[in-house]
């Protein structure tokens, strides 16, 4: 059984993975190439350059689907609620989820 929990934010989407021998993994966007981490569990992803909103929300879908398809497809994924106390992004963050 392998679990994916999401938080998708627009700036800073995130995910971690509970893989099938039931280890850990953290997988993080940056903005920048000064970020760096020394611990084998956490993959941190460049993010996607993009012109317009949908092609964001693509690169974002993307990467993370590639970076989390390592341990397979998730049996179980659990997303996490829109932070709606943010003007107008919980928007942005339903269009992303849909990409």
Known sequence: MIVLGLDYSITSPAATILD????FHFIGFRN???QH???SRITLI???EWQHEMERYQGVCNA????????????YAYIENYAYAGSGVVF????????
């Open 64 to 75: 993370l689907y590639g970076a989390f398809s390592e341990w397979g497809m998730p049996t």
């Open 92 to 99: 942005n963050i339903a269009e992303c989820t849909m990409a």
């Open 32 to 34: 920048t190439k000064k």
């Open 20 to 23: 099938s021998d039931g280890n």
């Open 37 to 39: 981490v020394k611990d």
């Open 46 to 48: 460049e993010y996607p």
